[in-house]
């Protein structure tokens, strides 16, 4: 059987670094460097954010962060490897990291993202995430789209 497994892990492992890489370049595929509102994996290596990554068959495959902004939990850094798409992945990524925000008293999650990105925005609104104003400290920015999800 080809069970995934998600663990809290650092950002800043080898293993870490590649999966963050993987997400950048993924990104880079659909917008430029000034669309782009990512962390680096040193900047996620940071008390209040958690890093998770899945594995399959002890290999990583994905990952996600959750950053504990005090009143919501924003998502950050959602991939899954071109090898491991298609296995859902990305919805177990996410359904750990909601388990994870409740755990911390956490009861809303938001993500910025983009239209662009249609398989990462379809899978959100199937998890429930719907439209929401712009938060944080994200620029005004035609790229960006911002969605939310109370849980």
Do not use: W
């Not at 870490?16 to 917008?31: C, D, N, P, V, W």
């Not at 900047?43 to 902004?69: S, T, Y």
């Not at 490897?81 to 388990?99: D, F, I, P, T, Y």
């Not at 379809?122 to 929401?132: D, V």
């Amino acid at each position: 059987m080809n069970r995934i497994l998600i663990t809290q892990e650092s950002p800043i492992t080898d293993e870490g670094r590649a999966l963050i890489k993987g997400s950048e370049q993924a990104l880079r595929e659909a917008y430029s460097a000034e669309e782009c509102f990512t962390f680096t994996a040193d900047e996620l290596a940071k008390d209040h954010i958690a890093f998770f990554v899945a594995r399959k068959d002890q290999v990583p495959v994905g990952c996600v962060a959750l950053v504990n902004e005090a009143t919501y939990g924003e998502v950050k850094r959602l991939y899954v490897s071109q090898s491991a798409r298609g296995l859902s992945v990305a919805k177990s990524l996410m359904q750990h990291l909601e388990n994870q925000a409740l755990e911390h008293g956490q009861n809303i999650i938001k993500i910025e993202t983009g239209q662009k990105l249609v398989a990462a925005v379809k899978l959100y609104q199937s998890l429930g995430y719907s439209q929401c104003q712009k938060f944080g400290n994200y620029p005004d920015h035609p790229a960006s789209l911002f969605m939310e999800k109370s849980l």
